[in-house]
T-cell receptor, first 113, second 110 residues
Framework: ETGVTQTPRHLVMGMTNKKSLKCEQHLGHNAMYWYKQSAKKPLELMFV???????ENNSVPSRFSPECPNSSHLFLHLHTLQPEDSALYLC????????????FGPGTRLTVT | QKEVEQDPGPLSVPEGAIVSLNCTYS??????FMWYRQYSRKGPELLMYTYSSGNKEDGRFTAQVDKSSKYISLFIRDSQPSDSATYLCASYSSASKIIFGSGTRLSIRP
């Protein structure tokens, strides 16, 4: 595997379910990000991790809970989501936090029913 | 006012045409200006970035920044059907997070 991988690629969950999104980067980068992409809206930065430490949380509801166990892996734990949370969730990594070059995974298409 | 504004399109041009994609931004502190390309069912990939004003060329692609008018442009020469994608502009400063535009969907007709 190369680059940034994400699993699952598609996820359908009910509002009472708990699920997790997984991201893995094979680039040796030190920073990882979660973004939300909704139709016709700009990418919204959700969380930033630098050297496994959360450095940004952009007013994201607590029903989204990130976890970064090491510099290569990033998780997004989901619980009691709302239908408006349906979107494409993208993971990205960069050599250092704040650089212009971010490498994105293919995303997880999430549908909340 | 959005910090980075981008016409969503869609923009459809014939193969071989010169394509001009544009964004405006409002934060005069922005120093880095990027263009990402996103194919359907894929994540965005960085095409090129510039620091401050000026032009940068990479093959058929030219990025241009005019800080006086807060205008960002991407030109694609000799456009190909494989250039059909959504193009995202983005900007940031050393003190801010990256702000993305909403993307312009481009279609190149063979």
């Amino acid at each position: 595997e190369t680059g940034v991988t994400q699993t699952p690629r598609h996820l359908v969950m009910g509002m009472t379910n708990k699920k997790s999104l997984k991201c893995e980067q094979h680039l040796g980068h030190n920073a990882m990000y979660w973004y939300k992409q909704s139709a016709k809206k700009p990418l919204e930065l959700m969380f930033v991790y630098s050297l496994e430490e959360r450095v940004e949380n952009n007013s994201v509801p607590s029903r989204f809970s990130p976890e970064c166990p090491n510099s290569s892996h990033l998780f997004l734990h989901l619980h009691t989501l709302q239908p408006e949370d349906s979107a494409l969730y993208l993971c990205a990594s960069s050599q250092r936090r704040g650089g212009p070059e971010q490498y994105f995974g293919p995303g997880t298409r999430l549908t909340v029913t | 006012q959005k910090e980075v504004e981008q016409d969503p399109g869609p923009l459809s041009v014939p193969e071989g045409a010169i394509v001009s994609l544009n964004c405006t931004y409002s934060n005069s502190a922005f120093q880095y200006f990027m263009w990402y390309r996103q194919y359907s069912r894929k994540g965005p990939e960085l095409l090129m970035y510039t620091y401050s004003s000026g032009n940068k060329e990479d093959g058929r692609f030219t990025a241009q920044v005019d800080k006086s008018s807060k205008y960002i442009s991407l030109f694609i020469r000799d456009s190909q059907p494989s250039d059909s994608a959504t193009y995202l502009c983005a900007s940031y400063s050393s003190a801010s997070k990256i702000i993305f535009g909403s993307g312009t969907r481009l279609s190149i007709r063979p």
